[in-house]
């Protein structure tokens, strides 16, 4: 057991402890350390004024992400490099893109300024690749602006690789064998708190029969809020953010192999792979500080109602691995769902992976998520179809939504309607008919129930529309706005 943890600040070692397990970094960069650069707008990892460069080890090189720190646990910082908007300059030599920022008149009030850095800074340093400069910055708000000088700004900063040889030889000395094992004398609760971190999945099988009660944390991108927005206490913690094997992908030819703590940015391109409409929802789950460590199982685990892997998992006919100790059973996933806030996980168990079929060819794949804002909102609406026709009659359907009930399941009266039927619109239309069968929606802030149910029938539409050659398709997003 240790207080302590050591990460790499501006290429310094930084030893903290005791610390607060569940004080986020940007309490630690703005209260202990005096770096107010980064703000805090929303604490809840949808502004980005927080946004810092975390960068960890990945067999040889290292992999440098923009992620929020309001919602980053300190001891998540182990064994990594921090970089932060006070790393790049100085009022007398600004960094490149502080100076663009300048030239260009992309910063009035500046709140949101070090985070946009921070963003342009990673952007910089590990090559845009094709990704939108939009998706770079679509975690980062900016009220006073509006986003054409800073998007002209970003324009202006030419790809900047960093020379990391002195940082990835300070960031081996720094890995850890054994689990992080670290305690707090929390003096509010009179009482020790712990954060572990297993290096194995099987000290993780082992750590968590050993603490049934534990708080399992993947990306925080959920568990984060919890702290920052509802002030839980987490006695124990156990983090799975450092088992490698955990965050592993197989792309195998028959089925992919996820597992459970593989984030968003790595499991994109082998999800768009299994079909493109993957990839699109991909990239609309929160912004990309989010996605670079929200996970896929965190996802799963949270039971979230509105969460936007689960209904397409569900189409697909994805299984669950769930471990406990030395046990591993398969669940198909649409089966661990059982009620609002409650899954088929029992005590000490953990979800080690998600298998999914690669869908035979020919067979009709369609998402879509509707939500008032196109990028980094939360889903009113997911629905996710798979579909099999042949020679023009549907022989198979797997229908799934989420935001149609307490959890996301499929829509058996729908898929009745569908099977066996010919694969025409007037099909769409009275499958569409039976989702009330299906489900009797929540109105909340997000939509209507007659809005609900409305869109999914739509969605319906959609999908044949699209599978048939996309005709009319854009009237149909055109009817489909949200009706509150
Ligand atoms: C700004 C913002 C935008 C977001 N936008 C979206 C969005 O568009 N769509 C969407 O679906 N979600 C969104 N989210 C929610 C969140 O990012 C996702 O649900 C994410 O996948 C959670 O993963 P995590 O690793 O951060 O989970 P954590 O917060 O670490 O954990 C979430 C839950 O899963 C459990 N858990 C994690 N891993 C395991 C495991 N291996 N076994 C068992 N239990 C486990 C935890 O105990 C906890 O109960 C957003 C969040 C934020 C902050
Ligand atoms: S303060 Fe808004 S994302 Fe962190
Ligand atoms: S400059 Fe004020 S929020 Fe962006």
Redesign the pocket.
Known sequence: MTDRIRFLLDGTIHEIGPVDPTKTALELLRYDLGRTGSKEGCA???CGACTVVVGELVADRIVWRPINAC?LFVPMLDGRALLTVESLGTPQAPHPIQQAMVDRHGSQCGFCTPGIVMSLYARSIMGAGDAPLNDALAGNLCRCTGYGPILAAARDVPPQPRDDAETIAALRALRRDAPLDLSFDDPLAGAARRWIAPRTVDQLARCLMDHPEA???????????WVTKAHRVLPVVVH?GDVAE?GQIDDGDAEVRIG??ARYADAQAVLARLHPSLDELVR????VQ?RN???????I??G?P????PPVLIALGARLVLRRGDARRELPLQDYFLDYGKQD?RPSE??EAVIVPRPPPGRIVHVSKLSKRFD????ALCGAFAVDVDGGIVTGARIAFGGMAGIPRRAPACEAALVGSAWTRETMERAARALPDDFQPLSDVRGSAAYRLRAAGALLTRMWLQATGGQGAHDLMAMEAIDG
């Open positions: 809840e990892g949808d919602i708080q399992i944390v993947a990306g925080a991108t959920d568990v984060g809020l799975v955990l459970a703590g609309r789950i929160g912004g989010v460590v929200g996970t896929i199982g965190g996802n685990a949270n979230s509105v969460g936007d892997m996980r953990f979800i980094s909102d939360i889903s």
